[in-house]
């Protein structure tokens, strides 16, 4: 079965401690991406990758890294730096990568890790 | 910038009522995409359809339709006969070829539809 996996569902980690989400996809893909939820806020994009060994920061990257050292895989580290990391992490993938700077292919989601930090 | 407006933050209709999603959007770009997401409370985000800039045929799929108009800048969605099971958070979304930069994809703050049995 085709689909994008995220692991852990919930993630509780004690503030000054770094943390990492992991996100691996069966699609066969190109780009993958990282966003982070808010409540009663839309996406915001945190990292994007289009190639292996590639990525981009989005709008929101102070306080996260990311590597994307296989094509399936794009996991991201939640840094001490990040002031207020306790929200809802979504990854996504597509068919084709950011092209001038923007995606038109459509992105397929995981489901998603829940990240509060005490 | 781009930016996504869905201007109704929480809307409860008793099942089997049709409703409307509002969804207005912003781009200087001439070829951009827009998309609709479903959340449902498990939190996963369900791809709903997508629909370029050159395109302005509305679209039926099933009980769900989608009205794409330019010269209000609209995409609005509609759900015929809801049902319980529509229960979930809405949101549209829009990506476009502008050069230089990491705009992805932006979305509206989402529309919580509430369908009571």
């Known amino acids: 079965d085709g689909g994008i996996t995220q692991s852990p569902k919930y993630l509780f980690r004690k503030e000054g401690q770094n943390v990492t989400l992991s996100c691996e996809q069966n699609l066969n893909h190109d780009a993958m991406y990282w966003y982070r939820q808010d409540p009663g806020q839309g996406l915001r994009l945190i990292y994007y990758?289009?190639?292996?060994?590639?990525?981009q920061k989005g709008d929101i990257a102070e306080g996260y890294s990311v590597s994307r050292e296989k094509k399936e895989s794009f996991p991201l580290t939640v840094t001490s730096a990040q002031k207020n990391p306790t929200a809802f992490y979504l990854c996504a993938s597509s068919m084709v990568g950011l092209a001038g700077g923007a995606s038109t292919d459509t992105q397929y989601f995981g489901p998603g890790t829940r990240l509060t930090v005490l | 910038a781009q930016k996504v407006t869905q201007a109704q933050t929480e809307i409860s209709v008793v099942e089997k009522e049709d409703v409307t999603l509002d969804c207005v959007y912003e781009t200087r770009d001439t070829t951009y995409y827009l998309f609709w997401y479903k959340q449902p409370p498990s939190g996963e985000l369900v791809f709903l359809i997508r629909r370029n800039s050159f395109d302005e045929q509305n679209e039926i799929s099933g009980r769900y339709s989608w009205n794409f108009q330019k010269s209000t800048s609209s995409f609005n969605f509609t759900i015929t006969a809801s049902q319980v099971v529509d229960s979930a958070v809405y949101f549209c979304?829009?990506?476009?070829?502008?050069?230089?930069?990491?705009?992805?994809?932006?979305f509206g703050k989402g529309t919580h539809l509430i369908i009571q049995p």
């Open positions: 979304a829009l990506t476009s070829l502008s050069g230089g930069g990491a705009d992805g994809l932006t």
């Open positions: 990758s289009q190639i292996v060994n590639d990525f």
